[in-house]
């Protein structure tokens, strides 16, 4: 008698079918969103469009500093990062109209009316050597003393907070506290002059 032969498995769809369940993860599954810092960049400019020199009033300008030591330096002072949110909170409101702090513009705000707008810029500058955890912890701070004044005024005005506030609502608080931060390049401790 002879050798019965084993009857093997049909591995010629297995391919396909490997195939088809990749196809199937890969539009399933949504990937991750990375939270990262919201920042609105200047539009660019027309080729066309002369550059201008922009006279800005020193009083109006905050520069935020960190160095490679990562100490900050607000204005001309050392500052804890616990102190920051409510020194740039009083630099934007400047709420005794102190003619040291940022200058208000009256601009016509629909659903507010009248309304001073500061011209307050928070100059953020840092050196190369700045670890990213204390740049990190000074960026929330920027942020949450804008967010916190954005707070206030939709309380006062809405009798809600920012955050829960519609898109047009919301647009209104935005020009009435613009989040004015400007970031230099980081420069180079200790380093070579050119």
């Not at 810029?121 to 960026?139: C, F, H, K, M, P």
Request: glycine share 6%; proline share 5%; hydrophobic share 35%.
């Amino acid at each position: 008698m002879g050798k019965k032969k084993t009857p093997g498995i049909n591995s010629s769809s297995t391919a396909d079918i490997a195939f088809l369940l990749l196809c199937y993860f890969l539009m399933t599954t949504t990937m991750g969103d990375q939270a990262g810092l919201q920042r609105r960049l200047p539009p660019i400019p027309d080729k066309e469009q002369k550059a201008e020199d922009q006279k800005v009033n020193r009083r109006n300008i905050i520069i935020v500093r960190i160095n490679s030591a990562d100490k900050l330096f607000a204005g001309n002072e050392a500052l804890d990062v616990s102190l920051l949110k409510d020194k740039i909170k009083e630099f934007i409101a400047n709420p005794a109209d102190d003619p040291n702090l940022p200058e208000k513009e009256m601009k016509q705000i629909e659903g507010l009316g009248n309304y001073p707008v500061s011209k307050g810029v928070i100059s953020l500058q840092n050196d190369r050597g700045t670890s990213y955890q204390a740049y990190i912890a000074v960026q929330n701070e920027l942020v949450k003393a804008v967010n916190e004044l954005r707070d206030e005024l939709s309380l006062q005005r809405f009798g809600r907070k920012f955050s829960l506030l519609d898109e047009d609502k919301q647009d209104i608080i935005k020009k009435a506290i613009p989040q004015n931060i400007s970031e230099a390049e980081p420069k180079d401790v200790g380093g070579k002059k050119k």
